[in-house]
């Protein structure tokens, strides 16, 4: 029998397909089609649909086991059981330092106010948007949900009006032909692929929420690839408009805001900012603060930190000590002008690296939880099972290798210090004996 966290579970299938799409369509979105468009030209779309290819790649763990069980610590609990418990420690240090940069969600939001309104200061804003979210999570997964449903139909909407508004200004007959469709050829559109593939993840974080969900194992699985396809199809859409308005020299590099002033008047303009680029980086940290404390939580009942640590709020179940903690690592950098951003890049390359040992831990799965798999709505024969999961470690190896190739010695050699750091608290702190690993899945 698994522990009882105390967890509410409310969430149903609609409330994590807007936590899911709001999760995906971050702010990101406004800039990174743009300089997706200079490194592949008009067949961005393309490299929009390569993209979701590999976030669907990286969310197939979660997919899979999501569907067996319900996970109360989400990809920290899978990864001590099929990795091993004792690296759930070096889990859970890389897994913190790479949420680190949460405060930047609140200044890009700061900057986007401040476009509309000059005279606002991006500090004072960044915090008062930073202390709203923090307040609404800690009141309660319902209501969390509830506001992250009413922006995202507003986010989604701007989405769309982009699109409705803009294909009649494309320019269809000359879009698919050089110079400016492909800039940099076959290659290009892939790596275009590697680069977008950042603003398409995220849906993966869906069994963050596994404790809270009505139905985890069917609604989690499916969500996840729901949502993804649905962000991506609308991304692809975007990117036409996005490249096929203006010359693409034009747009190349250049924010979606520049096309946007083309296709809209001044009324519809405003809207796709506060609804489109607000509303972007609202979700994405409304829903990070959401789901940033649940790994924390059962690591703390297992011993990593605190055992207090994992308590509950009484009233609303909320993780009110880890998000307290959350909120003082989001204002404090803010209010001290902190860069916190470089913190999340040290493990850059560590997240790519354990998608593929995550992979390989997976291998295990059907061996240890035989009964659960064989339940399963992805239940499949072991040769193909094996050959989805090389084929999940060789598309992170791929993103690894590229990202790599990308990077500066500095940088990989501060990764591997790091990583070097986590696996030693891991070992030291299991074998103190202040390690007691609960049982934290069940079947829902």
Not at 73 to 97: D, P, Q, R
Not at 259 to 283: C, H, Q, R, S, Y
Not at 337 to 356: K, P
Request: aromatic share 14%; glycine share 8%; charged share 10%.
């Amino acid at each position: 029998m698994s522990e009882d966290v105390g967890y509410k579970q409310v969430l149903s299938r609609k409330d994590l397909f807007g936590i899911a799409v709001g999760m995906i369509i971050g702010a990101g979105v406004m800039t990174l089609t743009g300089i997706g468009i200079d490194r592949t030209g008009r067949s961005v779309f393309i490299s929009y649909l390569i993209a979701t290819f590999f976030a669907l790649f990286f969310a197939v763990p979660s997919i899979l086991s999501s569907s067996i069980a319900r996970f109360k610590g989400g990809n920290y609990t899978v990864w001590s059981m099929f990795v091993g418990e004792k690296w759930a420690g070096a889990w859970i240090i890389i897994y913190f330092l790479g949420e680190m940069g949460i405060c930047m969600y609140a200044l890009s939001f700061a900057e986007y106010f401040q476009a509309l309104f000059p005279t606002s200061n991006p500090k004072i804003v960044a915090m008062a948007i930073a202390t709203l979210f923090f307040i609404v999570n800690f009141f309660g997964i319902n209501i969390m949900a509830k506001v992250e449903n009413f922006l995202t139909v507003a986010l989604v909407g701007a989405i769309l009006l982009f699109i409705v508004c803009g294909m009649p200004h494309v320019d269809f007959a000359n879009y698919f032909k050089n110079p400016g469709f492909t800039t940099h050829g076959v290659v290009g559109i892939f790596a275009g692929g590697a680069f977008l593939n950042y603003a398409v993840l995220g849906a993966s974080e869906l069994i963050s929420f596994s404790g809270e969900c009505k139905n985890p194992k069917k609604d989690i699985p499916t969500t996840i690839i729901i949502s993804t396809a649905f962000v991506a199809i609308m991304f692809s859409l975007l990117s036409i408009v996005a490249s096929g308005v203006l010359p693409v020299e034009q747009v190349a590099g250049q924010p979606l805001t520049l096309v946007a002033e083309v296709i809209f008047n001044k009324p519809l303009f405003l809207f796709f900012i506060v609804a489109g680029a607000l509303g972007a980086t609202a979700t994405t940290l409304n829903v990070t603060v959401a789901y940033i404390t649940k790994p924390l939580v059962q690591a703390s009942r297992d011993g990593w930190f605190p055992k207090s640590m994992g308590e509950l709020h009484p009233k609303y179940r909320t993780p009110h000590k880890w998000l307290f903690v959350w909120y003082l690592l989001t204002i404090v950098p803010l209010a001290l002008d902190l860069s916190v951003n470089q913190i999340a890049d040290l493990v850059m390359f560590i997240t790519y690296l354990r998608s593929i040992v995550y992979a390989i831990g997976y291998l295990k799965m059907p061996k240890m939880l035989p009964d659960l798999w064989a339940k399963s709505m992805f239940h499949m024969p072991d040769w193909a099972y094996r050959l989805l999961m090389y084929s999940c470690a060789g598309v992170a190896a791929f993103q690894l290798i590229s990202n790599a190739m990308a990077a500066d010695i500095k940088m990989i050699i501060i990764n591997i210090v790091v990583l070097a750091g986590a696996i030693i608290f891991s070992l030291v702190r299991y074998h103190s004996g202040k390690v007691k690993m609960e049982i934290s899945y069940e079947e829902a």
